[in-house]
């Protein structure tokens, strides 16, 4: 009688069906990947040994290890100088899911679905090619698209690795904020040249979804009004206004729209405390909400909150 023929072992990646890929969305190797295959372990650091070279100086010789495991990955710290951040923590060990982002340096990785056929040395040569054709004669630290990593994601990294830095947002409609960070606390921010508060204009970035982020060296500047908040402190009043600003969004008008005093104006402005008159003359003087949030020191949602209120009572109307 014959031995039965040994059983073909599956990877992991065959097991669940599925198989992963490392995708570069920010820094030097931006738009490069690298495959994540069973069996088999990924050294990331600066040697020239490892899997995955990483040649920046905020990189460790030997600075993480990924490994699948059954159907898990697995990211592990080795001791690095600068940190391993997943999702914004810095870890020692943690699971890695679809869709998870990996800092690493100056690099943002996301863990992604896709179809991992290269092997590791294809995708190093593939990784330096990436590199060569991104080199500019002015190199920044870390570039990528805040559709891909999200504009609170971005400062929960710079914030838990304590980045040193100037965080620069280009929108499609010619907008370009700048946020400005020591030691991963932001100290300064500013839209434009509009004159508005620095923390209102943190809030205000965080409602954009489109555009380019590059992470600029920092500039040896002084700042007037300078602030000095943690960027997780930030991040949750922000998010809080943001969640405010959308609700009572489909009340108002386009921020765009005519906004003016009714003549006659019926109700009694006595009727008024110092918040609502003081938007009230801007909204005359200004013409707009947007202007007028604009000019008003008040953050957005406080500023669009008062002029709902006046337009409810009559004391606006929009044309």
Request: a negative charge; hydrophobic letters at 40%; one cysteine or more.
């Amino acid at each position: 009688m014959q031995d039965p023929a040994p059983k073909a072992t599956l990877s992991p990646a065959t097991r669940s069906g599925r198989s992963y890929l490392l995708r570069f969305i920010s820094g030097k190797y931006q738009g490069g990947e690298f495959p994540v295959v069973a069996d088999k372990q990924i050294f990331v650091g600066r040697s020239s040994e490892l899997d995955m070279v990483l040649v920046e100086d905020m990189v460790s010789r030997k600075h993480a290890r990924i490994t699948v495991q059954t159907d898990q990955i697995w990211i592990e710290d080795l001791g690095s100088t600068n940190g391993t951040f997943v999702n914004g923590e810095k870890i020692k060990k943690a699971r890695l899911k679809e869709g998870d982002r990996i800092l690493i340096g100056t690099s943002i990785l996301k863990l992604i679905a896709g179809d991992a056929t290269q092997n590791n040395m294809d995708a190093k040569r593939e990784l330096e090619n990436v590199a060569s054709q991104r080199r500019t004669s002015q190199a920044r630290t870390m570039s990528g698209s805040i559709e891909e990593v999200p504009i609170p994601d971005l400062l929960q990294l710079f914030g838990t690795s304590k980045k040193n830095g100037t965080l620069v947002i280009r929108t499609e409609d010619r907008n370009v904020g700048r946020i400005y960070l020591k030691k991963g606390i932001i100290v300064y921010s500013v839209i434009n040249d509009l004159e508005l508060p620095p923390v209102k204009c943190v809030y205000r970035m965080l409602t954009w979804e489109k555009g380019m982020f590059d992470f600029e060296p920092p500039e040896d500047r002084e700042f007037p009004n300078e602030v000095s908040l943690g960027v997780q402190e930030m991040l949750m009043e922000g998010i809080h206004q943001l969640d405010e600003f959308n609700r009572i969004r489909a009340e108002l008008p386009d921020l765009h729209a005519k906004i003016q005093i009714p003549l006659p104006l019926e109700p009694s402005l006595r009727a008024l405390g110092p918040a609502e008159l003081d938007m009230l003359q801007l909204v005359h003087n200004t013409g707009t909400i947007e202007a007028a949030m604009n000019k008003s020191p008040l953050t957005d949602f406080e500023s669009a909150e008062l002029v709902l209120k006046l337009l409810k009572a009559h004391y606006l109307r929009s044309d």
